[in-house]
């Protein structure tokens, strides 16, 4: 079986994913073209880092905007591996990206259909969207991770485990 462009890139983005699982991050991937080279793979990172922000598609913007010295990633494709939250959807139309491709929807925080479609707001920008592309394999990278992660104890945090000892 010939797989399309779509989803060769959305496999290396599934790859990264798996990276992310094996970390104990939620298993979101991304990967970056820009003229239809691959530019950047990478994946959630919000646990490693303590980092709301580290989501797959936030650092593969950063990632694409420092290698190429600029904030405009006109020319570029971003695959990811679930459907754009609103502060990643916010990313992508301020980077001015023209293309998305998703593989799994998000019916609780999705934006590009999911829950809601930002996309569908006439922002200055708005690029194309491709979703369910290798949906099943996507979905059951989740599905798997959040079965796991549901059968381990949640320690509960006190604000005081986040501070610097007193002196």
């Not at 971003?78 to 799994?104: D, H, K, S, W």
């Not at 491709?130 to 992660?149: I, K, P």
């Amino acid at each position: 079986m010939e797989f399309s462009r779509d989803e060769q890139m959305m496999a290396l983005a599934l790859q990264e994913a798996k990276i992310a699982a094996q970390l104990g991050e939620t298993p979101v991937g991304a990967i970056l073209t820009w003229d239809d080279e691959v530019l950047v793979t990478t994946h959630n990172l919000r646990e490693t880092e303590r980092m709301a922000t580290a989501h797959a598609e936030l650092l593969a913007i950063e990632q694409a905007c420092r290698k190429l010295g600029g904030w405009r990633l006109h020319r570029a494709v971003l695959y990811v591996t679930l459907e754009p939250c609103p502060m990643c959807a916010g990313a992508i139309i301020n980077a001015r990206i023209p293309r998305v491709v998703f593989g799994a929807s998000d019916r609780k925080a999705g934006c590009c259909g999911g829950l809601v479609d930002l996309f569908a707001v006439p922002f200055n920008h708005i690029p194309q969207i491709t979703g369910g592309v290798l949906e099943a394999e996507a979905q059951q990278l989740l599905t798997d991770f959040f079965t796991e992660l549901r059968k381990k104890p949640r320690p509960r945090r006190k604000l005081r485990d986040f501070m610097p000892p007193q002196k």
